[in-house]
């Protein structure tokens, strides 16, 4: 007996229309590819022929397995430069992010620059082989200070938190329970900045009083009495490395006098004082850089930056470029001199040598391939990108990096170093390259004056603190908002980014901790 066949299946039908045919997908043209590093421009990999609708993941796999440099496969972001003409306005895209595929982001591009017969040179950029989560909720409302925060900054491990306020107070934060552990009580004016040691055993405060203190953050209690010298108040503070000083480093603080004190946390006494500045020092940072015991890098208010000798105090360069305040500074080891000997793997130094060892090994890693670069931000709306330790050695600027439209609040390194972003009083963030300077994105969103930013660890997310009362979250791979956080009720300060967590204060007296929620 011969099998029945089924019956066909009843063909489906939408309000009595048959189903429409799904298109066959479209034949996607081959292309040539040549990766290259973003670092130096040299060939990664043979130039290949593939589709055009490869897939970005498609691309990372495929770089992976025909570079033989590591055995475990790096994340990269790739992009396309866009070539620049005379035509070319300023503060236009200079480059192509590829988010799905060269057909989809590059070949279809509304600026029908390239054609299927071009080489497309493809720029590899590595990115950290751990990945921060994005903050997407308020975890906790802390309250206890009784006037706006004007400070606030994570220690290195990320287990601390220490902020400033205009009721005279610090206080000491415990992340871990997100619960009040000390307050700092000894300032008799606001304190206007606080800064921990990068081994986290001490923290410092600079106040409005002129004072610099110094605490034990494990009792919260004073490391004797008040540092004094300046006559006005303290505008920033800066440690001295560890990969230089991991026993008893000394702690830099610059005023409104128009002085840079360098003290001494063993004898409590001034070293030294740097005094060739004309008008307020409005920053002060130790780098690593120029001589045994680092240097000073000192931005005020006679619109110029100098750059000291940390050993001896004498006056190494003058930049005088800026037609305006200097107002903020950025380095691009910032990070790695922030959090010394402590990375995303946890582990913990056993001695001062070990810590410093640790230390010094991120810190040559980071300057393996570019010296220590400063950019400088300036009321004139405009930065400098200096290399003072470079090649060339020159006092005059790598590039001007300009765009803002009115004064610059703030610039940040990403911990890479390969990004840096600036934020303004134009309500705009603005993304550069590290290296060169050259201008990447602009990122809008606020309606309010940008007052403060900070990078997530793997350089892949940038979070900015504005006077509209909201924080965001800018995701660097589509140069959009990835999360936009309010919740304060009024102009936000300062913010800080450790982890998967994220720490605000502002005028509305609260310290709102954000970390990654599972939805």
């Known amino acids: 007996m011969a099998t029945k066949l089924p019956p066909p ?31 130096d421009g040299r060939s990664l990999a043979p130039a290949v022929n593939l589709p055009a609708n490869t897939s970005r993941e498609g691309l990372e796999v495929l770089l992976n397995r025909l570079s033989t440099q590591d055995e475990d496969p790096v994340p990269f972001q790739f992009y396309v430069a866009l070539p620049e003409g005379p035509d070319t306005k300023p503060g236009a895209p200079t480059r192509i992010v590829i988010q799905k595929s060269l057909e989809a982001d590059v070949l279809n591009h509304s600026s029908e620059t390239f054609s299927p017969e071009d080489v497309f040179v493809v720029h590899c950029s590595p990115q950290s082989v751990f990945r921060v989560r994005p903050a997407t909720r308020c975890s906790s409302t802390l309250s206890g200070h ?52 990068a081994l986290e055993r001490k923290l410092a405060t600079g106040g409005h009083d002129g004072h610099v203190r110094l605490w034990d953050p494990k009792t919260g209690k004073p490391i004797g009495e008040a540092l004094k010298g300046h006559s006005k108040w303290i505008t920033s503070l800066s440690w001295e490395p560890i990969h230089i000083n991991s026993s008893s480093p000394r702690v830099a603080s610059s005023s409104k006098d128009g002085t840079v004190r360098v003290w001494s946390t063993l004898t409590r006494r001034t070293e030294f004082t740097l005094g060739g500045h004309a008008a307020s020092v409005n920053v002060v940072k130790w780098g690593g850089a120029g001589g045994p015991k680092g240097v000073l890098y000192t931005a005020s208010s006679d619109r ?11 006056a190494m360069r003058t930049l005088k470029d800026h037609a305006h305040w200097v107002t903020t500074l950025a380095l691009n080891t910032d990070f790695v001199l922030r959090t010394g000997p402590f990375d995303h793997t946890g582990k913990k130094p056993t001695s001062d040598e070990h810590a410093k060892e640790l230390s010094k090994t991120r810190y040559d890693k980071l300057i393996a391939t570019t010296p220590e670069i400063l950019i400088s931000g300036s009321d004139d709306h405009t930065l400098f990108l200096w290399s003072p330790f470079g090649s060339s050695g020159s006092q005059k ?32 963030i603005r993304v550069w390259e ?5 201008f990447v994105a602009t990122l809008r969103g606020h309606v309010g004056a940008v007052y403060r930013l900070a990078w997530s660890a793997d350089s892949r997310m940038l979070i900015s603190a504005s006077k509209d009362s909201t924080l965001k979250i800018w995701d660097l791979k589509t140069y959009k908002i990835k999360t936009d956080l309010p919740g304060h009720t009024d102009e936000v300060y300062c913010v800080d980014f450790v982890a998967d967590k994220v720490v605000s204060g502002g005028r509305d007296r609260t310290v709102k901790t954000l970390s990654y929620t599972l939805r």
């Open 434 to 438: 590290g290296r060169t300077g050259k």
């Open 304 to 314: 110029t930056v100098r750059i000291w000798d940390a050993e001896t105090g004498r």
């Open 9 to 39: 299946k009843r063909q489906k039908t939408y309000h009595g229309v048959p189903e429409p045919e799904t298109d066959a997908p479209k034949p996607s043209q081959n292309i040539v590819v040549q990766f290259v590093s973003e670092d």
């Open 146 to 197: 009784s006037s706006p925060i004007l400070c606030a900054s994570f220690s290195p491990t990320g287990n601390l938190l220490a902020t400033g306020s205009g009721d005279t107070h610090a206080r000491l934060w415990d992340l871990n329970t997100e619960t009040p552990s000390h307050v700092l009580s000894g300032h008799v004016g606001w304190v206007l900045c606080v800064e921990w040691e």
């Open 397 to 428: 600027p790598v590039a001007r990096l300009t765009g803002h439209q009115r004064q610059v609040s703030h610039v940040a390194f990403s911990p890479d170093g390969r990004w840096a972003a600036s934020a303004g009083w134009d309500s705009s």
